[in-house]
């Protein structure tokens, strides 16, 4: 059972980001109503999501719904969410037009594109909003659904840009979309556990090169905490090292085999 506790509770008064009239609620008049009959949130230390300024949000990812049940989750706790969302999301014209609208930031997943999607996001950090990475930039191979490896990105931008890193995990969600599963379950309603961590204390790595040495060790952290989130909502204790795909023979990107 998922650990509850009395700071389970949303934060009680939302950022000034998401009071502001914006498309968010255009959106959240549309999703919001039909998302909740079918999905329930527990929340766990939701006064850890940091309701005004810059921050990078990153949970773990094992469903190709999580980026809608952790956009849901930060309205709920306040915030308007942004994403780095697969460039292939955008051709699709009507989901494209949405994502477009919203502010969401299309990442190609090679080339120099990419380093271009981490200019875009520091761009809206810098305009003090929050910006949820991914840094497994991929649904985890990990068998039990346990965080794996991470990419530098999240760490990169709360780095270069000084802003809060806060760690988040859920657990859930594969009860409405199974890894890789193609048809949503609402009903009967399922319950999705968040947790949101504390800001990750990147103050050993602040002021110095930001060599991919450095970047792999506090990505090693970042998933670290990750991890132990997970394992606080699971009520298991996670693995002591993370998955790592090459060890496996596994590609990092696409659909897993068998």
């Not at 998302?35 to 949970?59: A, D």
């Not at 594109?113 to 985890?140: N, W």
């Not at 000084?162 to 409405?176: E, N, R």
């Not at 989130?229 to 699971?234: A, F, H, T, V």
Request: aromatic share 8%.
């Amino acid at each position: 059972m998922p650990h509850q506790d009395p700071a389970s509770a949303p934060a009680a008064k939302p950022g000034s980001e998401k009071r502001r009239p914006s498309f968010f609620w255009v959106l959240a008049v549309l999703i919001l109503p039909l998302w909740s009959l079918g999905v329930k949130y527990r929340f766990h230390h939701g006064e850890r999501m940091p309701q005004t300024g810059p921050v990078v949000l990153s949970p773990n990812h094992y469903s190709e719904v999580d980026p809608l049940v952790m956009g849901v989750a930060a309205w709920h706790l306040g915030r308007a969410p942004r994403f780095l969302a697969k460039a292939s999301l955008f051709k699709n014209p009507v989901l494209g037009w949405f994502l477009r609208t919203s502010g969401q930031i299309p990442v190609e997943r090679a080339g120099s594109q990419s380093h271009a999607a981490i200019r875009a996001a520091e761009q809206l950090v810098e305009k003090g909003r929050m910006v949820i990475v991914y840094p497994e930039g991929s649904l985890t191979r990990d068998p039990d659904l346990w965080p794996m490896r991470g990419k530098t990105g999240a760490v990169r931008i709360a780095l270069e840009r000084d802003i809060p890193l806060v760690p988040a995990a859920h657990w859930g969600t594969q009860a409405i979309l199974p890894r890789y599963g193609k048809k949503l379950s609402l009903f009967p309603r399922k319950t999705v556990d968040v947790i949101i961590g504390e800001p990750l204390d990147l103050s050993a790595y602040r002021g110095k090169p930001l060599d991919q040495a450095t970047l792999l060790k506090a990505t090693d952290e970042l998933m670290n905490a990750i991890a132990a989130l997970l394992g606080e909502l699971r009520g298991e204790i996670p693995p002591a090292e993370r998955w790592d795909p090459a060890k496996h023979g596994q590609k990092e990107t696409g659909r897993l085999e068998g």
